[in-house]
C-alpha cells in the first residue's frame, strides 16, 4: 500500500505541473521552448519520452501503455494529458500536422480511460478531454 500511496502522490505532483503548462500555453505566457522542456521533462518523469510518443503509432502507444492488456491509469493518463498539451502548444505555434497527430494520440488514450471515470481527484476526467479535442477538431477550443 505504501508503495501505491507514492505512485499517486507522484502522479499527482506531474499532474500539478501539466496545470500549469496548460495554464502557460492557454495564458500564452511561456517563454520560448518553456512548454516544450516542461512537456519533455514530464513526459520523462511519467515514463514515456515525448519524442517516443510523437514517433510511435497510435497501435504502439497502446502496446506501451499497456504491455499486458491492462492498462495503468496513472501512466496512460499522464501520457494522454502529456500529448493533449502538446496538440494544444503544436496548435497554438502553428504546428498543424503535430497537433493533429498528438490530439488523435491523446484522444486514443483518453478512450481507453473513459470507462475507469475519476481517476484523480480535481483532475479532469477522460470524457471531458476528449469533448475538448473534439471541439478543437470542430474548430472550437478548450474552455480554459
Excluded at 1 to 30: F, H, S
Amino acid at each position: 500500500m505504501p508503495q501505491k500511496d507514492y505512485i499517486l502522490r507522484q502522479i499527482e505532483m506531474l499532474g500539478a505541473a501539466l496545470v500549469a503548462i496548460r495554464k502557460k500555453i492557454l495564458g500564452g505566457g511561456a517563454a520560448e521552448g518553456e512548454v516544450e522542456t516542461r512537456l519533455q521533462e514530464v513526459s520523462q518523469q511519467g515514463g514515456l519520452a515525448l519524442d517516443l510518443a510523437r514517433a510511435a503509432t497510435p497501435d504502439t502507444i497502446r502496446l506501451l501503455i499497456a504491455p499486458t492488456g491492462e492498462i495503468e491509469p496513472g501512466g496512460c493518463w499522464l501520457l494522454a494529458e502529456t500529448l493533449y498539451l502538446d496538440g494544444l502548444h503544436a496548435r497554438a505555434i502553428g504546428e498543424a500536422d503535430r497537433a493533429l497527430d498528438s490530439l488523435a494520440k491523446a484522444r486514443m488514450l483518453f478512450l481507453l480511460l473513459k470507462p475507469m471515470g475519476a481517476f484523480l481527484v480535481g483532475f479532469p476526467e477522460a470524457s471531458e478531454r476528449i469533448a475538448e479535442i473534439d471541439a478543437l477538431a470542430n474548430d472550437g477550443g478548450p474552455d480554459g
